[in-house]
């Protein structure tokens, strides 16, 4: 039986599904929509969600191909297996030639959007920006890059280059609970570089982590407050994933019915930013990819990195998909978006809050 308050709740801060974004929901109200973990409250919030999501994003999951182009990292953030102080893990660098060889497999299968990520490898920006042109002449996608921090020059350079779209995590917005999981580097920078790749004209990526040590409810609430004002495009979070080879490998995973209720809140606030099935949850016990998107998710992104690197690219262990062939993935793709009941879009899938940021002619 669904407790009224908790209806009251949805119903006060989200009377309509055709209502624009929500940037100033109570701090307390989010927190006590994150607590529950009734069935009943979490079916009214995640359908209210997906209603929302249906209204403003169309009832249609988006696909991007994943290229994780190194596995270099300079940093050593406590969660991430590939953080530079973790002597087991296997490192690897893609060439522009290689990248541009992946890109062809995300071609081939028809997807429209291809996300280059890797560590902060400090990879060379001119090499990147070569894979970005090459990437540019020969096909008709759109490029999102997931490199991390780097100098207002290298951010400039691959946008002449030609990328679109640019995800900078970050993981979480309390100054505290950020030094706290990564050594020596300060949540200002992260903004700041944010900050930068809208100035120059990135269609904007963020998100969170679920469940890292030392993050209550309030955090997750002044997180999805944070991610709502900012307008982001797109916004990933997944439950966090003990590494065995790092300092938080003895940690308790991140609860997944919570990040569902994170995914759910962020549809319900933001309205139209493109929200991941991440990979993460489709790698915990079982695979809950479906149910984000039955929660307001709408993008999967399939790994087309080459076969032979994928499962070096550790950031947690016991990923998803990383033995299949590559490019194996369209069968499977299409199975998702079926049992969550959505169509498949194969388009780039522009930001959908583009329109309202540009100025007034
Ligand atoms: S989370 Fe990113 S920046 Fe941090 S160690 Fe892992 S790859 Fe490096």
Redesign the pocket.
């Known amino acids: 039986m669904i407790r009224n308050e908790y209806a009251r709740i949805i119903d006060e801060l989200f009377p309509d599904a055709n209502d624009p974004a929500v940037v100033d929901a109570p701090e307390e109200a989010l927190v006590r929509l994150l607590e529950s973990d009734d069935p009943d409250e979490n079916a009214l919030l995640f359908g209210r969600a997906a209603a929302v999501r249906d209204a403003h994003c169309g009832s249609r999951m988006v696909v991007r191909g994943l290229v994780e182009f190194s ?1 270099y ?5 406590f ?6 102080a973790n002597r087991a893990a296997e490192r690897y660098r893609l060439s522009a030639d290689e990248i541009l060889e992946s890109a062809r497999l995300v071609d081939g299968a028809g997807i429209r959007t291809i996300v280059l990520q ?3 490898d400090g990879y060379d920006a001119s090499e990147l920006a070569r894979a970005i042109r090459g990437i540019r002449e020969h096909y008709d996608m759109a490029i999102t890059l997931s490199v ?1 921090e780097r100098s207002r020059e290298d951010y400039a350079l691959w946008r002449e280059a030609g990328a679109d779209r640019f995800l900078l995590r970050v ?1 979480a917005v309390d100054a505290d609970l950020y030094r706290s999981l ?1 050594e020596g580097r300060e949540l200002s920078t992260r903004l700041e570089c944010l900050e930068t790749l809208r100035e120059l004209g990135y269609q904007v990526g963020s998100g969170v982590m679920v469940g890292p040590p030392g993050q209550t409810t309030s955090h997750l609430a002044r997180d999805i407050r944070f991610l709502a004002s900012r307008e982001f495009d797109m916004i990933g979070v997944g439950p966090f994933i003990p590494h065995p080879d790092t300092p938080f490998g003895g940690a308790k995973p991140g609860d997944v019915g919570l990040t569902l209720r994170v995914v759910a809140l962020l549809r319900l606030v933001t309205r139209n930013a493109w929200l991941p099935a991440t990979t993460a949850l489709g790698s915990m016990d079982r695979d809950y990819r479906v149910d984000a998107l039955k929660a307001g998710a709408n993008v999967l992104m399939p790994n087309f990195s080459p076969v032979e690197v994928k499962k070096k690219y550790e ?1 947690y262990p016991g990923k998803r998909c990383v033995t299949e062939r590559t490019g194996a993935c369209a069968g499977c793709t299409e199975g998702i978006a079926r049992a969550a009941g959505l169509a498949i879009d194969w388009s780039r899938a522009d930001s959908l809050k583009m329109e309202r940021r540009l100025p007034a002619t």
């Open positions: 596995s990292c300079r940093n050593t953030c969660y991430c297996g590939l953080n530079r890797s560590g902060e991390g993981e990564h950031i």
